[in-house]
């Protein structure tokens, strides 16, 4: 069965300043990976997702990630956060074959000014 | 297109009780899925659908109940409510698993049994 760990529950990142959040999964098969955010008191939306090809994969709002296979990560970046980056963050796995998402913990941001 | 929308935003239901949360979506989804949402513990799958009529069991599916009558709804059913059900639950909908792959979450909704 595959799992997603989040490394870091919580976040506090100054405006400005880069932020990295840190995701690891476990799986014995090929897998697509997500990383949604979910702002105040809304549901969650797609920032990016990784299929295939290119390991760098950019998404909305200036994010992007790194699948890293032979380390089973796929880490979050911002290389500038605002105020309105503050929300929580999640990372999901799909098996390339299935149709169920496995998600982790959530990282939950918050930045100061 | 409003995309999915959960009915209703809140509730506050005694230990005992029963409800039903439902879920619409108008994207022609084919896969439906109901999740709960608890402090430090991300997501997890409750049930899902894969197409009209059809319904499967996820992580955390005892308690629940859910039925699939219409492409379009997918209604979540607590029979008989425990403290140990409070929680955010989330609506999402996805078109047939590959390739273009992703889920549209509904906006949840926020339960307390007491």
């Known amino acids: 069965a595959q799992s997603v760990t989040q490394l870091d529950s919580q976040v506090p990142v100054f405006e400005e300043a880069p932020v990295e959040l840190r995701c690891n999964y476990s799986?014995?098969?090929?897998?697509?990976l997500f990383w949604y955010v979910q702002y105040p008191n809304q549901g969650l939306q797609l920032l990016l997702k990784y299929l295939s090809g290119s390991t760098l994969v950019k998404g909305i709002n200036g994010f992007e990630a790194e699948f890293n296979k032979s380390q089973t990560s796929f880490h979050l970046r911002k290389p500038s956060v605002h105020i309105s980056d503050t929300a929580e963050y999640f990372c999901?796995?799909?098996?390339?074959?299935?149709?169920?998402?496995?998600f982790g913990g959530g990282t939950r941001v918050l930045v100061k000014p | 297109n409003a995309g999915v929308t959960q009915t209703p935003k809140f509730r506050v239901l005694k230990t005992g009780q029963s409800m039903t949360l439902l879920c619409a979506q108008d994207?022609?989804?084919?896969?439906m899925y109901w999740y709960r949402q608890d402090p430090g513990m991300g997501l997890r799958l409750i049930h899902y659908s894969v197409g009209e009529g059809t319904t499967a069991k996820g992580e955390v599916p005892d308690g629940y109940n859910v039925s699939r009558l219409k492409k379009q709804n997918f209604l979540l059913g607590l029979e008989s409510a425990a403290p140990s059900q409070t929680s955010v639950y989330f609506c999402?909908?996805?078109?047939?698993?590959?390739?273009?792959?992703?889920?549209?979450f509904g906006p949840g909704t926020r339960l307390t049994v007491t």
């Open positions: 799986s014995s098969v090929s897998v697509y």
């Open positions: 994207m022609n989804h084919e896969y």
């Open positions: 999901a796995v799909k098996e390339a074959a299935g149709n169920k998402l496995t």
């Open positions: 999402a909908s996805s078109e047939l698993a590959g390739v273009y792959y992703e889920q549209y």
